[in-house]
C-alpha cells in the first residue's frame, strides 16, 4: 500500500501527519520524502540497506540531522526513510528505481508523486485560510481525504 500525502504549500503539516501515521503504526511503514530541487543534491538517500539500483545511496548521517523531516520520522519508527532529491525531470527516474526496490507499505511526502503512479491512498494536507501555491489545486481535488490544520493540536478531516 502506499499513501501519499501532499499539500497546499511548505509549512502545512504534512510531516506532522505522517508522524502520527507512524507514532499510530510503528515499523509498519517505510517513508519517501520528495525534494524537488538541486539545492540538496541529487539521488536516492537511505538510511540502510543493500539495493540493485545505482542512484540508491546509504547515508544514514545525513538523515539523522537533527530536526529534519527525514530524522522525525526515523525517530517516530519508521521501517526505513529514503530522501529522493532532485530536478522536477528527474524525479521519476528516482522514484522508479526506488519503487522497483521498495517493499512493503509506504508513505509518500511530495506533491510530484502522482505525475508518477497513482496512491492507494491520497491526503491533501492545507493550512486554514491560507492559500495553495500553484499547481496545488488539482491535487485536492484528487485526494480521498483533505485535511485542515488548524494551527491549534486539532486537525479537521473531510472527506
Not at 42 to 67: M, N, P, Q, R
Amino acid at each position: 500500500m502506499i499513501i501519499l500525502v501532499s499539500g497546499g504549500k511548505s509549512n502545512v503539516g504534512k510531516t506532522t501527519l505522517i508522524r502520527v501515521f507512524l507514532s499510530i503504526f510503528p515499523g509498519r511503514f517505510s517513508v519517501v520524502k520528495i525534494t524537488p530541487s538541486l539545492h540538496y543534491g541529487e539521488g536516492v538517500i537511505t538510511d540502510s540497506g543493500v539495493f540493485k539500483s545505482e542512484c540508491i545511496v546509504v547515508d544514514s548521517s545525513t538523515l539523522k540531522i537533527d530536526k529534519k523531516d527525514t530524522s522525525f520520522f526515523l525517530n517516530e519508527g519508521a521501517k526505513r526513510v529514503f530522501w529522493v532529491r532532485g530536478e522536477k525531470e528527474k524525479l521519476n527516474y528516482y522514484l522508479s528505481c526506488l519503487l522497483r526496490e521498495l517493499d512493503g507499505d509506504a508513505i509518500v511526502e511530495g506533491n510530484s508523486f502522482l505525475q508518477l503512479r497513482q496512491p492507494d491512498l491520497m491526503f491533501f494536507v492545507e493550512k486554514e485560510g491560507a492559500e495553495a501555491k500553484e499547481g496545488a489545486e488539482p491535487l485536492k481535488v484528487c485526494a480521498d481525504f483533505i485535511v485542515i490544520n488548524t494551527g491549534t493540536t486539532k486537525f479537521l478531516i473531510e472527506g
